[in-house]
């Protein structure tokens, strides 16, 4: 929403950041408002929306009035998926989710980090840092620090961290990384590991928008 109204990313200038923020804001206040009118309470909650990324970007691909709109705010393979619409609505494409700055954002973490916990205290749940580990394996220490920066010195409520994982179904081993072979015994009976919400589960069962995600996603080492 920011990237069409102001042509930038929230990670891109501080105009977008700002009307991110004072979006949300509205949104709060109104959400306040409607609880008070109604003596009922109304949460403003941030939804994990996975499929919805990839709907609603399909959706106004496919919309005359919307698709050139759309494609210039479109994540994921955009050429790819202009080349199989009408064949399939399973495109490689989806929008930034929720509050987040986009997983290929060219950014450090702090600066992740920086800006997506500013939304934390306007949320009423449902919010989540994702930390997208490389296929190093980081230290425990290392994490546990990391974690405790972040619970003290940020707004953060909620984090994850994610290391992507090969499990080979010939022998039961597990690698770090996504591998199309097994690299112990070089099987290609494998399955891929990795988390689209809040927890792990098989990549294969996922759709084309969040596969095409998990390519784009920017992966750190702590």
Same mark, same amino acid.
């Given at each position: ?7 930038? #990313? ?6 977008? %950041? ?7 804001? +509205? ?7 409607? =609880? ?7 949460? !403003?909650? *941030? ?21 050139? $709109? ?16 009408? $064949? ?21 973490? /702090? ?9 934390? /205290? ?9 930390? @997208?580990?490389? +296929?190093?394996?980081?230290? /425990?220490?290392? !994490? ?10 940020? #707004?953060?409520? %909620? ?15 597990? =690698? ?6 097994? /690299? ?14 809040? %927890? ?5 069962? @996922? ?5 095409? +995600?998990?390519?784009?996603? $920017? *992966?750190?080492?702590?």
């Amino acid at each position: 929403m920011v990237q069409y109204h102001t042509g930038k #990313q929230i990670h891109e200038s501080k105009a977008a %950041y700002k009307l991110a923020i004072r979006a949300m804001l +509205e949104m709060k206040l109104y959400a306040q408002k409607l =609880s008070k009118e109604n003596d009922i309470t109304i949460a !403003l909650a *941030r939804t994990p929306a996975e499929t919805t990324a990839q709907r609603f970007a399909v959706s106004d691909l496919l919309h005359e009035e919307y698709k050139s $709109k759309a494609a210039t705010v479109i994540k994921g393979d955009l050429a790819a998926a202009l080349q199989q619409i009408g $064949k399939t609505k399973d495109l490689p494409i989806y929008y930034t989710n929720g509050t987040h700055v986009a997983v290929n954002a060219d950014i450090t973490l /702090p600066e992740r980090i920086g800006y997506e916990h500013t939304f934390f /205290p306007v949320v009423d749940g449902g919010n989540i840092l994702h930390i @997208w580990l490389g +296929e190093g394996s980081s230290r /425990p220490e290392g !994490l546990m620090d990391f974690a405790m920066q972040l619970a003290k010195n940020t #707004q953060v409520g %909620y984090f994850a961290f994610t290391r992507d994982m090969t499990v080979c179904t010939a022998e039961g081993s597990v =690698s770090n990384g996504l591998h199309n072979k097994c /690299p112990k015994c070089g099987s290609d009976k494998v399955q891929h590991l990795s988390r689209i919400t809040g %927890y792990l589960q098989a990549v294969e069962g @996922w759709n084309a928008g969040k596969r095409q +995600e998990l390519k784009d996603r $920017k *992966r750190v080492e702590i």
